[in-house]
């Protein structure tokens, strides 16, 4: 692609806040680095925002609210429609934008800014049938129960989909007629703040959405103690995770916690080898495993274990890691240094215990790469329970494989985790899959099938992936407060 473009395409990015409908500098003109992972390169500069702008964003936001709630659920929803097709638009403008900031292939990257607009005209349509409920009273009173937004809802999401986390976010949380304060990651905010100019410049209402950028523990520090904020929907490490939920215990603030994962891939005897190796090298280097839904623990049946390894190793090393603007690319770099580190020390303390490697174990390196975070396709074997990598979650383009024999062993090691967001199994036998399926402690399970996110389908998790969904009839529902009327009307 012309090097010309792509500045221009940054360039034209405003880098600074987005508080009721004005761009603004951050108090003192701070601003932090974005880097691209792919060169080392410093591409921007980003106004670095702390409590002052936050409080003034959380205020624009109220005082927008009473207005944006006011208008008709059609009203809102054209609203919606309306940003989705802005998005459309300039869909391959913002993977760019995504690709220099964040490294993932340009295709995944429209792939993802897309899925941001069906979730957005999805919530358009979906918020037009948010029903109550009128029922009978015992004598004659009618009792009924309202949907009604909760207020001002903070939103904190992280860079690995800088753009889908936030549209997923804001679609239901602005279609039931909240107003919202987002604070995006500051590895990825130019995404952020190229969607936010987009609805700018279609005329989206002052302070219904608004962006602060910068200091994490100063935002997300005013964002929990504030009591105007009423809910707080956050995606990101388990850790942050908990921290935010203990910070908002005291302002009782409602929460959705999108937290990690640490997915099982369970590969039975019975399986299709061939489509399981394709569907699970698809879903590793999607977004090169830096994905809280990525198979994590491959457990593979005993009997099939070396044809499944030969065929698996093979197809990873088709697999082309490159600078995301490369359009054979199907996997970019790493988002950051520590990411490197931290697969290298999993790696060698599974190594160390005994694994084997059987493809890459280590960083990419030559002309191309040196600059970058870029890692080699890994599969390693004879993973156990005593090596990190069974509990930890990798978020980086390694397999690691664990051999079983029976069912109940290998629904007790998939459940052995704290996590529960994403699971996967493999058989086409049909009491194996009612069985499994009941058993497996996820909030979404793929049976013989790698998609687990549709715009009409829930997503989220249990046990420590945290509470809350996004997506479906229960995302959108994540954003209302019920209110309960008695209306005695008899004289
Ligand atoms: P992270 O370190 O938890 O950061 C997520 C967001 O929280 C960032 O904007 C970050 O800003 C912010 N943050 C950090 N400390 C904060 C604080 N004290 N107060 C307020 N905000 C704070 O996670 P990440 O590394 O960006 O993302 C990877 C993690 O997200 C993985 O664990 C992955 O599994 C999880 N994830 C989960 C889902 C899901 O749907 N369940 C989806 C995607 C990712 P700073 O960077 O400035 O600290």
Same mark, same amino acid.
């Given at each position: 692609?012309?090097?010309?473009?792509?500045?221009?395409?940054?360039?034209?990015?405003?880098?600074?806040?987005?508080?009721?409908?004005?761009?603004?500098?951050?108090?003192?003109?701070?601003?932090?680095?974005?880097?691209?992972?792919?060169?080392?390169?410093?591409?921007?500069?980003?106004?670095?925002? $702390?409590?002052?702008?936050?409080?003034?964003?959380?205020?624009?936001?109220?005082?927008?609210?009473?207005?944006?709630?006011?208008?008709?659920?059609?009203?809102?929803?054209?609203?919606?429609?309306?940003?989705?097709?802005?998005?459309?638009?300039?869909?391959?403008?913002?993977?760019?934008? /995504?690709?220099?900031?964040?490294?993932?292939?340009?295709?995944?990257?429209?792939?993802?800014?897309?899925?941001?607009?069906?979730?957005?005209?999805?919530?358009?349509?979906?918020?037009?049938?948010?029903?109550?409920?009128?029922?009978?009273?015992?004598?004659?009173?009618?009792?009924?129960?309202?949907?009604?937004?909760?207020?001002?809802?903070?939103?904190?999401?992280?860079?690995?989909?800088?753009?889908?986390?936030?549209?997923?976010?804001?679609?239901?949380?602005?279609?039931?007629?909240?107003?919202?304060?987002?604070?995006?990651?500051?590895?990825?905010?130019?995404?952020?703040?190229?969607?936010?100019?987009?609805?700018?410049?279609?005329?989206?209402?002052?302070?219904?959405?608004?962006?602060?950028?910068?200091?994490?523990?100063?935002?997300?520090?005013?964002?929990?103690?504030?009591?105007?904020?009423?809910?707080?929907?956050?995606?990101?490490?388990?850790?942050?995770?908990?921290?935010?939920?203990?910070?908002?215990?005291?302002?009782?603030?409602?929460?959705?916690?999108?937290?990690?994962?640490?997915?099982?891939?369970?590969?039975?005897?019975?399986?299709?080898?061939?489509?399981?190796?394709?569907?699970?090298?698809?879903?590793?280097?999607?977004?090169?495993?830096?994905?809280?839904?990525?198979?994590?623990?491959?457990?593979?049946?005993?009997?099939?274990?070396?044809?499944?390894?030969?065929?698996?190793?093979?197809?990873?090393?088709?697999?082309?890691?490159?600078?995301?603007?490369?359009?054979?690319?199907?996997?970019?770099?790493?988002?950051?240094?520590?990411?490197?580190?931290?697969?290298?020390?999993?790696?060698?303390?599974?190594?160390?215990?005994?694994?084997?490697?059987?493809?890459?174990?280590?960083?990419?390196?030559?002309?191309?790469?040196?600059?970058?975070?870029?890692?080699?396709?890994?599969?390693?074997?004879?993973?156990?329970?005593? /090596?990190?990598?069974?509990?930890?979650?990798?978020?980086?383009?390694?397999?690691?494989?664990?051999?079983?024999?029976?069912?109940?062993?290998?629904?007790?090691?998939?459940?052995?985790?704290?996590?529960?967001?994403?699971?996967?199994?493999?058989?086409?036998?049909?009491?194996?899959?009612?069985?499994?399926?009941?058993?497996?402690?996820?909030?979404?399970?793929?049976?013989?099938?790698?998609?687990?996110?549709?715009?009409?389908?829930?997503?989220?998790?249990?046990?420590?992936? $945290?509470?809350?969904?996004?997506?479906?009839?229960?995302?959108?529902?994540?954003?209302?407060?019920?209110?309960?009327?008695?209306?005695?009307?008899?004289?």
């Amino acid at each position: 692609m012309d090097k010309t473009k792509i500045e221009t395409l940054i360039e034209e990015v405003p880098k600074v806040l987005f508080i009721n409908g004005q761009w603004q500098e951050a108090d003192g003109g701070k601003q932090t680095e974005v880097i691209n992972p792919a060169t080392g390169q410093v591409i921007a500069h980003v106004a670095n925002a $702390g409590e002052k702008e936050t409080e003034q964003a959380i205020t624009a936001a109220e005082k927008a609210f009473p207005k944006w709630s006011g208008l008709t659920a059609d009203e809102r929803g054209a609203w919606l429609h309306k940003m989705a097709d802005a998005i459309r638009g300039a869909a391959k403008d913002l993977a760019v934008v /995504m690709t220099i900031e964040q490294g993932k292939p340009l295709n995944q990257a429209e792939a993802e800014i897309l899925s941001g607009a069906a979730c957005l005209d999805w919530n358009a349509e979906e918020v037009k049938r948010l029903k109550g409920e009128t029922i009978p009273g015992p004598t004659g009173e009618l009792l009924l129960v309202q949907h009604e937004p909760l207020g001002v809802v903070a939103a904190i999401t992280p860079w690995n989909f800088p753009s889908a986390m936030i549209t997923r976010k804001m679609a239901p949380a602005i279609a039931v007629g909240n107003t919202v304060v987002l604070k995006p990651s500051p590895e990825t905010p130019l995404s952020a703040l190229a969607l936010m100019a987009l609805f700018d410049k279609i005329g989206l209402p002052a302070g219904v959405v608004n962006i602060v950028t910068g200091d994490a523990k100063a935002i997300g520090g005013v964002l929990t103690a504030d009591n105007r904020v009423r809910k707080l929907t956050f995606t990101g490490s388990t850790a942050v995770g908990k921290m935010l939920f203990a910070q908002s215990a005291d302002t009782v603030k409602k929460l959705s916690l999108e937290l990690g994962g640490h997915a099982p891939f369970i590969v039975f005897e019975d399986a299709n080898v061939d489509k399981v190796v394709a569907d699970l090298v698809a879903a590793k280097f999607r977004n090169n495993g830096q994905v809280c839904t990525s198979p994590n623990r491959i457990f593979v049946h005993e009997s099939i274990q070396a044809t499944f390894t030969e065929k698996l190793v093979s197809a990873v090393e088709q697999v082309k890691i490159a600078n995301g603007l490369d359009e054979n690319a199907s996997a970019g770099p790493l988002i950051r240094e520590d990411a490197i580190e931290k697969i290298d020390k999993q790696l060698d303390d599974a190594k160390g215990k005994g694994a084997k490697i059987l493809s890459g174990g280590e960083r990419l390196t030559g002309a191309e790469f040196d600059d970058g975070y870029f890692y080699k396709p890994t599969v390693i074997t004879g993973i156990t329970k005593e /090596m990190a990598i069974f509990y930890e979650e990798t978020f980086g383009p390694v397999l690691p494989i664990i051999t079983f024999n029976e069912d109940d062993e290998v629904i007790e090691a998939a459940n052995d985790t704290l996590y529960g967001l994403a699971s996967y199994f493999y058989t086409n036998d049909i009491g194996r899959i009612a069985e499994v399926g009941r058993r497996l402690q996820y909030g979404m399970v793929g049976v013989n099938s790698i998609n687990i996110s549709y715009p009409q389908t829930p997503f989220g998790g249990v046990k420590h992936s $945290g509470f809350g969904r996004e997506n479906g009839a229960q995302g959108l529902s994540d954003y209302i407060q019920v209110k309960f009327l008695n209306i005695t009307y008899k004289k």
